[in-house]
């Protein structure tokens, strides 16, 4: 369930369906894993997402797959199966708890973009997905606070703690999966969009030829 982390410590979380995995995502973790000071960061696919997703997505071996490839050169990157192998929707509350009875000595950090982080309080058990974590959040291009409130009071009034909450500074970069995956079925090149490991994954086994939906959220 877990890669062996020795003596870490400052474990990030990130997670999401990965379809597929991006250079977006790697460099928001990278960053987290810079600026918060984490010893880890440990990366989670989905097999089920809990909120709708608009469009089909890829089988789920094949989306761990990629996220393997992805992160597999990084010493401080893991991949967790612990989603892909649970049935039924993945809550992140779940997987926190998993996560801190399988290894109580980590300090959890999970990290979400902003605009995810403003929907928390849709999640499931949100308090209590907050009372095993700290979150560090990064920015969105185009995100805009709802109703002037911002990110720290929206998540206290969930019961995180302000000095629980940490926003990063970076990356701006405007990387889409749904737009990664209409350059696949349009015959487009996605070449720096994901590793190269990835994008030869994706030509190999004919991912995405046929996909015209939307990205949901996690």
Not at 141 to 170: F, H, M, N
Request: hydrophobic share 45%; proline share 6%; charged share 25%.
């Amino acid at each position: 369930m877990l890669p062996s982390f020795k003596s870490k410590k400052r474990v990030g979380i990130l997670g999401g369906t990965f379809d597929p995995i991006h250079m977006g995502h790697l460099m928001v973790a990278q960053h987290a894993w810079e600026e918060v000071q984490l010893d880890a960061i440990l990366f989670v696919p989905a097999r089920s997402p809990w909120m709708k997703v608009e469009h089909e997505l890829a089988p789920v071996e094949d989306r761990l797959a990629m996220v393997r490839l992805a992160v597999g050169v990084v010493d401080a990157f893991g991949v967790s199966h612990l989603e892909v192998d649970r049935s039924g929707p993945s809550y992140t509350v779940d997987t926190l708890a998993a996560l801190r009875q399988a290894a109580p000595e980590w300090r959890l950090f999970l990290i979400l973009g902003a605009d995810a982080a403003s929907e928390l309080g849709r999640w499931k058990e949100p308090g209590k997905l907050l009372g095993m974590c700290e979150v560090v959040v990064a920015p969105r291009p185009g995100y805009v606070a709802k109703d002037g409130v911002s990110l720290e009071d929206s998540l206290a009034s969930l019961g995180a703690a302000r000095t629980a909450v940490q926003q990063i500074t970076g990356p701006r970069v405007d990387i889409s999966a749904t737009d990664i995956r209409r350059r696949v079925k349009a015959g487009r090149s996605i070449r720096y969009l994901v590793p190269e490991a990835v994008e030869v994954y994706i030509r190999l086994k004919g991912l995405y030829r046929g996909e015209s939906g939307v990205s949901g959220a996690r």
